[in-house]
């Protein structure tokens, strides 16, 4: 079987669940052809490049497939015909990484600057054992 990355960017109008909801059927489609899921991930609500049918957002998703090429194919015939999904690349890769993406990693070192940024307001965190210059 060969390894795929499959990202899809849905429409803004609908809701994070329906977009989890839409993710969740299409690895059950994909194991139902004879693949394999390895790991799924939630990008978010985010904007795009250009206008894609009118939308300057969309809602990204990643899926990490194991699966022959017909059943690839098969998945992306489906995908053409669901009205949610505006956009959506397949690159066929040597292995699939089963770290977080680059994206979700960013999102990480992001809300861990931000909480460390808060908590040093608080005068509790921050400074650590600087005490001022005094010797």
Same mark, same amino acid.
């Given at each position: 079987?060969?390894?795929?990355?499959?990202?899809?960017?849905?429409?803004?109008?609908?809701? #994070?669940?329906?977009?989890?909801?839409?993710?969740?059927?299409? =690895?059950?489609?994909?194991? &139902?052809?004879?693949?394999?899921? =390895?790991?799924?991930?939630?990008?978010?609500?985010?904007?795009?490049?250009?206008?894609?049918?009118?939308?300057?957002? !969309?809602?990204?998703?990643?899926?990490?497939?194991?699966?022959?090429?017909?059943?690839?194919? &098969?998945? &992306?015939?489906?995908?053409?015909?669901?009205?949610?999904?505006?956009?959506?690349?397949?690159?066929?890769?040597?292995?699939?990484?089963?770290? #977080?993406?680059?994206?979700?990693?960013?999102?990480?070192?992001?809300?861990?600057?931000?909480?460390?940024? &808060?908590?040093?307001?608080? !005068?509790?965190?921050?400074?650590?054992?600087?005490?001022?210059?005094?010797?």
């Amino acid at each position: 079987m060969a390894f795929y990355e499959h990202v899809f960017i849905a429409r803004p109008e609908i809701s #994070p669940q329906q977009v989890d909801t839409l993710v969740e059927e299409l =690895t059950t489609k994909i194991k &139902e052809l004879g693949g394999n899921t =390895t790991k799924t991930e939630y990008w978010g609500l985010r904007n795009l490049t250009y206008r894609i049918k009118k939308n300057r957002k !969309g809602h990204y998703a990643l899926i990490n497939i194991d699966a022959p090429a017909p059943v690839v194919h &098969e998945f &992306e015939r489906l995908l053409r015909i669901n009205e949610d999904v505006m956009r959506f690349k397949t690159i066929r890769v040597e292995a699939l990484d089963e770290e #977080p993406s680059p994206i979700l990693a960013r999102r990480d070192r992001d809300e861990r600057r931000r909480s460390r940024r &808060e908590g040093g307001r608080d !005068g509790e965190e921050g400074l650590g054992d600087f005490d001022g210059g005094e010797e």
